[in-house]
């Protein structure tokens, strides 16, 4: 902890410090090797002995001395800092020492700062204390630095203060020796080139305090007391002019300390963290509930039923001392004819005067039979309004120590301009995490909710919201269930971010919906797709990637608009492939063709499909990241959320370390393609005659029989009704009927007549026309599509889940 000061003119290198920290003991806590060089002991010999014996500066803290200062810690109290000019000592080599003393003030057991250096190293060349003519630096400032004993030494600085730093203004040295003489403390720069410490408490006494002493000063010297009115109150102008620039400059740091973050949370911390221990002691920050939430609140002023949850508390006391009786992360009312409720009301600034037992006991009786009494009796409050816009959207509560000066009004007005800007910032995180709120849960509403188990496959998803060009993308995955247990996998991406791409691909994700139930194939869903696109606008363009699983035929049928290949992971040896589809234009180009692959697959094969964001990386070929995902997707996982866990968290890890790091948001489906064995389907062809009903009622009951399915009696019944329908309105001479179990037994009959049966509204004594009603009341779901070949129309039974 060395300390060295800036070159002043005519020296070469740096004025060296000695460097003394004391307890409120009056003992050294620690000595640097500048106090060594200085006073003669060395680090062991100093610490913890009695300062007094080892610093021989006396009047430190005026007229009592530094001893007396440091045995009744009378002078800890004054918040001030103190200098002066004191004859050297042995170790010093006998010259003189300039020194200056910081009260400390905090938790631990410091309590003064000494700063001291020999009066040699601040000597001209040349100089010699035998040689008048030449003035050391020390001799120059030396009015400066101790404190006044008589009023016109501040006309005598004054004057001089521009011969001696050449490049200081008339104003300038009056201001700097108004302050110096006044305050009793040096200050930090008074050119570019000559700085001397400065004090770490920046208070200024209020201005009948400095009134007094100068009078009291006057009256010491005999100057008429006409003059020293006038000096006093030119004084007090200087001294104004001085504690506003400090506040600004004060206003200014606190500025470019707080509003680095859009986040909530970090906010706060920076607000707390910028006012203590600088203006307050103590600053707890309290703001609405629904500011907390990311959510509105109503218009109007805030009333008693208003909560008000608190989400700081910074101080300068002993570690948790206030944890317990005000933690963070409580909710409370404030009631009437309180200075808090004075603050969130009229939106003003609120200054209490040291707090008085009676106060103390009215403040402690809103925290639920926890006493904060010997938290805040006697000490001076400040209570701050947070507001934007005219809104107050929280306050805080400063509170000094006894010990130090009082908040006054020049404080309620920095109060007021720091809570101002303060509350602007928090304003600008509130909006923020209200959009991000906003657009999560839209992102989210628009996310699909999949079943993890579809007839003869099983899935998996993930989404992950972009991180840094807006958390609200276009990408998106849906999986639809198809006639015939098969099993239709969407993966979209809406190029560009933001709401406008999040609506869009909403209409899109709910467009592949509507077509899949009109069991389109896959390349004519995409082409009628990219027709919507274009009827929706041309503003933007959107890939996407549409398979159809059949797991009784054991294949993928797939189309691609644009959107990168999905990965096939082979159950027999664990490889993977990325699958050669034709890429087909992205959906919004407009008249462009696309193809249909049939892709053919074995039980137990994972067919892994994205979006870019996943495996594109900044200043990296995609091609890159598509071998990754292929690598990742073949590990072994105990499960298939495990296998997506191990897909993100690896290609995330890479996209981490690269520059910029993710930025786009990022959709994953993974199926494993179970298959549905021949054991498990049963067909057959029916002639179209009236026969057949009672036909298909027993070769239904029969293999339900063998099945062991309690199911019977439902079953035989939907089927004689829809295989009756089927004949009556049969164009061709037969008719097919298939019975498929899964988790459900689904039964389905073909005809060749395209034309849809509707439900109808059928009167109670009609003889015609009830079978569909039938159907719909009894099944779990039932449904129709048409066909290349005609239609289907199909029902499903719940069945009791396997062991």
Known sequence: MEHQQPAVPGHTGRVPLAVVVIDGAGRVSHWSTGARKLFGATRAEAVGRPAVELLPVSGAFGDPGWEAGLRDDASYATGYATTGRARGT?????????????????????????????????????????????????????????????????????????????????????????????????????????????????????????????????????????????????????LEYAAVRERLEFLNEVSSRIGTSLDLARTIEEVSAAVVPRFTDVAGTYLREQVVAGEGFPDGVPDTTTMWHRVAVEHTDEPGRWDDVVPVGESMPFPAHTPFFQCMTSGEPVLVPPITEEMGHAIASQFDKRDIRPLITGRSMLVVPLKARHVVLGFMILLRHAGRVEFNDMDRVTGAELAARAGLVLDNARMYTLQENVADTLQDSMLPRIAPRMPGCDTATRYLPGTRLGRVGGDWFDTVQLPGSRTALVVGDVMGHGLNSAAMMGQLRTAVQTMAGLDLEPAQLLRSLDDLAQRLGDTYLATCLYAVYDPIGSCLHIANAGHIPPVLVHAADGTSELLDLPTGAPIGVGDVPFETAVVPVAPGDRLVMCTDGLVEVRGQDIGAGLAALCEYAAHPAASMDDACDTIIRSLAAASSSAPGGRRDDVALLMARLNGITAEDVARWELDAQPRAAARARELVGRQLAAWALPVRESAELLVSELVANAVQHARGDRVELRLVRTDALLCEVWDEDPELPQLLNIPPDADAGRGLRVVSRIAHRWGTNRTARGKTVWFELALPRRR
């Open 90 to 238: 042995e170790g010093s080599g006998s010259e003189d020492v300039l020194w200056w003393a910081y009260p400390l003030v905090g938790p631990g057991p410091e309590r003064l700062l000494v700063l001291a250096t020999g009066i040699g190293a601040l000597r001209e060349p040349g100089a010699t204390r035998e040689d008048p003519g030449g003035r050391d630096l020390g001799e120059r400032i030396a009015p400066g630095l101790a404190q006044h004993t008589d009023f016109p030494g501040a006309d005598t600085l004054a004057r001089r203060l521009p011969e001696i730093l050449p490049s200081m203004s008339p104003q300038e040295s009056a201001r700097v020796a108004s302050q110096v003489l006044e305050l009793g403390y040096p200050v930090l720069e008074i050119s570019q080139q000559e700085r001397v410490p400065v004090t770490p408490d920046w208070g200024v006494p209020r201005r009948v305090e400095r009134r007094e002493r100068l009078l009291r000063a006057a009256a010491e010297t005999d100057l008429d007391a006409t003059a020293a009115a006038a000096a006093a109150a030119e004084l007090e102008s200087d």
